[in-house]
């Protein structure tokens, strides 16, 4: 696609419940990113994938957490049991092969935990 | 950890006015990218800098890199009421994976 497409835009969810918010990154970008941001703060690194496999989930916070790309391309980030303190925008983000890229952001899915 | 700080939080000015934020880093970086984050928005990556004491022009944005790899500035020239938003700083350790800034609230009063 021309840009990064996330999904849903916002989502709201009780305390407890599970989540799954999709991304999917420009075509042919090979490195796909996680990070979520809270309000008035820089964004916060997740995990990145290089194709199929997880190059760095050292962002993680828990093993609540867990995102895959099973085809290389479309990307979920599952969130377990959620807590009023994963309320945040999760961004996603894309960027072609090799370093010195600069990302690509989707627009965001803001969760809220309620 | 690595921290990448940004100073200042916030700046006010009048349109027309100079404006830098200022981005260190507590390690050396390989590479260093700038972003902006209008309010509501999400970030638009701006630039990359990648040697040291590297210095970037976009039209009236300057950027630059420290001899020690450990910082980076800002500086927007004249600042105009579209320049409002966020900056960011975003530091890599010579993997894709970027740590971002704390970032500079910009607000333009016309």
């Known amino acids: 696609g021309a840009g990064v497409s996330q999904t849903p835009s916002n989502k709201v969810t009780e305390k407890g419940k599970y989540v799954e918010l999709r991304c999917d990154p420009i075509?042919?970008?090979?490195?796909l990113y996680w990070y979520r941001q809270s309000l008035g703060q820089g964004p916060e690194f997740l995990i990145y994938f290089q194709g199929t496999g997880a190059a760095d989930d050292s962002g993680l916070p828990n093993d609540r957490f867990f995102a895959v790309r099973p085809e290389g391309s479309v990307s979920t980030l599952k969130i377990q049991r959620t807590e009023r303190g994963d309320s945040a925008v999760y961004l996603c983000a894309s960027s072609p092969a090799g370093r010195g890229v600069g990302y690509t952001f989707g627009s965001g899915t803001r969760l809220t935990v309620v | 950890g690595q921290q990448v700080m940004q100073i200042p939080q916030y700046q006010h000015v009048q349109e027309g006015e100079d404006f830098t934020t200022y981005c260190n880093s507590s390690t050396t970086l390989s590479n260093i990218q700038w972003y902006k984050q209008r309010p509501g928005g999400h970030p638009v990556f701006l630039i990359q800098?990648?040697?040291?004491?590297e210095v970037k022009k976009q039209k009236r944005l300057t950027f630059q890199f420290g001899e020690a790899k450990k910082n980076s500035s800002l500086h927007i020239t004249a600042t105009q009421t579209t320049d409002v938003g966020t900056y960011f700083c975003?530091?890599?350790?010579?993997?894709?994976?970027?740590?971002f800034g704390t970032g500079t609230r910009l607000q333009v009063f016309p």
């Open positions: 975003a530091g890599s350790l010579g993997t894709d994976k970027l740590i």
């Open positions: 800098l990648v040697k040291s004491g």
């Open positions: 075509s042919g970008h090979t490195a």
